[in-house]
């Protein structure tokens, strides 16, 4: 077979591909006779108002040298760990804006991070494929550096994503660039199951985000290049128990509804989508052009405490908060006083709901807070 054929065959290939997706999608949107927002239009709910004063950066917490990738709060609310560029973890007294500890890395570039849930450890990991885990009260060394406790390897490619299962020290589950996600026994630093890789329900390309379910911690979620956000069993790792399609660009952030039943995702796409588990449907689509009229790639997303709102930072330094019922947009926190000066790239809530935590590629992290008497509900 000629060059020629073999590249009209793959031409062919690729045609029909796209017109089986196109089906495909089709069918999916003929099978959903609403969605949520319409369905709460239909009982008269109204959208969640903001003043100019509702939502404030009231901290900015400086100290990094490079680009800001990653944070995560503990879960006792006044502490947060950060990852950047310039290979460091600095954790934070999220009231004082002081610096705790700035922990080395051995690998230059840092990609994620997260607290354990007792606060007594951190993990981080980067393009060295190999996740660190520290112990915040050991003794520095003689230079002043934490020591390594544990180095969790056997990636095959950068570490994009951790998070410790909750209520446990012991055990933390990683995404990577590798295509797969591995849950790992920390005390013994040995990999205990393996999610995708050679099995054919695993992801096609690198594993950019990983959720753990809080109200069922044997239960996660993982966002791909590959476009979609898969369902994961830790005692059956040999198959997903569901994969979600929708997106039409990079999955970049997925994250668990706080009632454990659905999930939100962010894409490249420069939407959001929220999906329901025990039906494998998608229940809304978030999306709105920006004031340039483009779409902007979504970096990360967290809901608040009862899931009404929706935060979601963008490329573009935006960030947008949902009314997840109505799927409006009611605040850009990227237009308010004191915003990010570059894009958004990681944001968490604080446990108790009092807090948003914002990280950018400006090298800064900053704290917003509820004015007045209102809560982040």
């Not at 809901?303 to 947008?320: H, P, Q, T, V, W």
Request: proline share 2%; glycine share 10%.
């Amino acid at each position: 077979m000629s060059g020629s054929e073999l590249k009209e065959r793959h031409v062919a290939a690729i045609e029909t591909v796209n017109s089986l997706k196109e089906r495909l999608k089709q069918k999916r949107h003929s099978l959903l006779d609403t969605n949520v927002a319409g369905y709460a239009r239909s009982l008269g709910r109204t959208p969640i108002s903001f003043g100019a004063t509702d939502l404030v950066c009231c901290r900015t917490l400086q100290g990094h040298t490079g680009k800001v990738y990653s944070l995560d709060w503990t879960s006792e609310r006044n502490r947060i760990v950060s990852a950047s560029q310039d290979g460091r973890l600095i954790v934070w007294n999220a009231l004082t804006s002081q610096k705790t500890h700035a922990i080395k890395l051995p690998c230059p570039w840092v990609m994620t991070c997260a607290f354990s849930p007792s606060g007594q450890s951190v993990a981080g990991g980067g393009l060295d494929s190999v996740c660190s885990i520290f112990n915040l009260n050991s003794p520095t060394d003689r230079d002043g550096n934490l020591p390594v406790t544990r180095t969790l390897s056997g990636h095959k490619g950068y570490i994009s994503s951790c998070q410790y299962v909750p209520d446990e020290d012991t055990h933390l589950i990683t995404g990577s660039g590798d295509q797969t996600c591995v849950l790992w026994d920390i005390t013994t630093g040995l990999r205990t199951s393996v999610f995708g890789g050679e099995f054919q329900s695993g992801h096609a390309a690198d594993v950019s985000s990983i959720s753990i379910s809080g109200s069922n911690s044997r239960t996660f979620i993982s966002g791909s290049c590959d476009a979609t956000a898969r369902l994961w069993d830790t005692r059956v790792a040999s198959r997903a128990v569901q994969t979600f399609h929708g997106h039409e660009g990079d999955v970049s952030a997925v994250k668990f509804f706080p009632d454990g039943n659905r999930f939100g995702t962010g894409s490249d796409d420069g939407t959001c989508r929220l999906f329901d588990i025990r039906t494998g449907h998608e229940l809304q689509v978030y999306h709105q052009l920006h004031n340039d009229n483009t779409n902007s790639h979504v970096t990360s997303i967290a809901f608040s405490i009862s899931g009404r709102l929706l935060f979601a930072g963008y490329k573009n330094g935006d960030c947008y908060v949902w009314d997840t019922l109505l799927a409006k947009m009611v605040l850009n926190l990227g237009k308010l006083q004191n915003s990010h000066e570059e894009r958004i790239t990681c944001l968490g809530l604080s446990a108790d709901g009092s807090a948003l935590c914002t990280g950018s590629w400006d090298s800064n992290l900053k704290i917003w807070a509820f004015g007045g008497h209102r809560k982040v509900t």
